[in-house]
């Protein structure tokens, strides 16, 4: 398969990857992420030889993404056993009590469910991009469900 | 499904912080030199032009008849880079120019060009073209001749009509030997248009040209 012009491929998957990283890292972070996902992205993109499902890969980028992100503000001298909220994203509509609520999950499960849900995979893709197995990410998403019930109030 | 999960399918769409997002993008990818074909479209008498450059200059004008702009980024992206993206910014000295011809207060353009989507003759031509001054024209013999065949008049009109660079070089500004205006690639009626604003139609030239 011909690789798309970038462009393209940008207007394509940009929607999912900011709504994938605005539920991972919240929206004050997820343009900082979003840049360096694209960047990735661009500096591979001539290379990639597999273009067959390329919404996978960038969701996988984006999902490393994330992943530096939170471990970044880990590494900040901030004396806490929770991450602190960041408490500068505005309340609106979209900033439900679920969304906070998933934020708190552990990262598989987080990664897991988001994967599941937000972008509409099947648990062997998510396996893959979160390299465990299918099983595991059936496991995470089942966990992760499990704690969103409980902390989720209609 | 539960009503959990229907939730979770439910996240808000942020289109315009996506959108917002792609547009810096473009601009940090741009600046970061990481990008091999910028575009943008640019408004024209006309109608809409889109102008592509490499880091050599600019390599591809389109417009016109039958003008798809999806069809001129795709077929940059397979014959130049697949690294190609929307970039206004980096046309706003190109803008400038095309604005100013377009007003009549520019006769030659001063910008960078890449010669790469032509090979051989063609690029021959499309080069002696380039040299036509504003307000003057030439014909498909006569190019063909400054090119270094001077039979090959059909070849010359086959190179001046797959002009990548239309406008700034000014294949408009030749025309049949007999006196006819020949073809255009964007519409023989933009090539009118075009030697109109140079003041050399032919038939409507100012008296004393």
Redesign the interface.
Known sequence: MELPPFQVFMDAHRDDVFRFLVACVGAEEADDCFQETFLSALRAYPRLEDSSNLRAWILTIAHRKAIDAHRSRKRRPVPAEKLPERGTEPATARDTSLWNAVRELPGKQRAAVLHRFVNDLAYADIGQMTGSSEEAARRNVHEGLKKLRGAWQT | M????T???K?????A???A??S???E??AH?G???VAYTTVDSPVGAVLVAATHRGLVRIAFGAGFNA?EV??D???RI??????VPSYFDGVRRELDEYFEGRRTSFDLPLDWQLTRGFARQVLRRTAKIPYGEVSTYQRMAAAAGSPRAYRAAGNALGANPIPIVVPCHRVLHSGGGLGGYGGGLERKEFLLRLEGSLPGERPAGA
């Open positions: 539960s009503k959990l999960e939730a979770l399918r996240v808000p769409g942020y289109e912080e996506a959108a997002a792609a810096r993008f473009a940090h990818a970061e990481l990008v091999d999806d980024v795709e940059l992206s397979e880079s697949p690294r190609v993206l929307e």
